[in-house]
């Protein structure tokens, strides 16, 4: 079967887990037990990811939330880790989203100049050259926030829906800072609590801003590759470590959580 023949077959296979009314679903009805029925409302839940983990780990466990999300009509603002380009993030979820969906509800805020000819991407590259503070600086950050405001308004829709944000810190870290990251993200948390929207924080070993991040967190996971495969261990809530593994009986990407031995 061709990618384009999957993509239109694909997208209509999966069906949303219901949301209650205080709680996002996981789109794991495993998970979501464990997690005491998903993520609240309001919430920010922080993935320690450690050196095991390459990216088909994260697409494995994220790929059902996020298309729970679009498939609830709300949308995504995402930066990505390093290793993932905005183009292979779309490209893995096309098959069950559909173009239009895609492109419509979701944007992906880029740093580097990558992919930016996209209608999902938002190019917030910095000006080479330019003096901080400068008239120059000042017009260049006040297109930034219109392109953000943009990509907003886009996400949420025209009823203004909900929209789950994923942050990779390691990006923020290397372009603000450890201090200016972890307090440009407490500005950016208030309003995601306010605003009743799911923040998924990616972080990795090393990172300065680490302990004030946790801080801000609401549910604290680890992320482990092993010899079994990806495993998922909860900190907060408390739970053992069990295994991320594709549903046998419904097929990617619908996903079984198994307790380890």
């Known amino acids: 079967m061709s ?15 219901p949301d209650s009314d205080d709680r996002f679903s996981t789109g794991i009805p495993d998970f979501d037990r464990l997690l005491g029925g998903g993520f609240g409302r309001g919430s920010m839940a922080l993935f320690h990811t450690d050196p095991t983990i390459e990216l088909a780990d994260r697409e494995l466990l994220f790929t059902p939330l996020l298309l729970n999300f ?8 995402a930066v990505l880790p390093s290793r993932e380009s905005p183009r292979t993030f779309r490209a893995h979820l096309l098959p069950w989203v559909g173009r239009r969906r895609f492109d419509g509800r979701v944007r992906v805020i880029d740093y580097v100049g990558e992919d930016t000819d996209a209608p999902y991407v938002v190019d917030l ?13 000042v017009a260049h950050r ?11 308004s886009a996400v949420r829709g025209a009823r203004s829906r909900m929209f789950v944000e994923l942050v990779a810190f390691e990006i923020m870290e290397m372009l603000m800072g ?5 307090r440009m993200f407490f500005r950016g948390i208030k309003a995601t ?5 799911l923040c998924l924080g990616i972080l990795r070993p090393g990172l300065g801003c680490a302990e004030a991040v946790r ?12 010899e079994l495969g990806l495993t998922v261990r909860g900190l907060r809530p408390v739970f053992p470590s069990h295994l991320v593994t594709v ?4 097929g990617a990407p619908h996903i079984a959580f198994v307790p380890t031995p």
């Open 3 to 17: 990618r384009h023949a999957a993509a239109n077959n694909g997208h209509a296979r999966w069906k949303p887990v």
């Open 70 to 77: 679009l498939h609830h009509s709300n949308g995504i603002m």
């Open 125 to 137: 590259r910095l000006k080479a050259g330019v003096e901080p503070s400068s008239k120059a600086w």
């Open 142 to 152: 006040a297109k930034q926030m219109e392109k953000m405001q943009a990509a907003e």
């Open 178 to 182: 450890a201090e200016n990251a972890a």
């Open 193 to 197: 609590r306010a605003r009743g929207n």
């Open 215 to 226: 801080g801000m967190a609401d549910v604290e996971l680890a992320l482990h590759h092993d």
């Open 247 to 250: 549903d046998l009986a419904r």
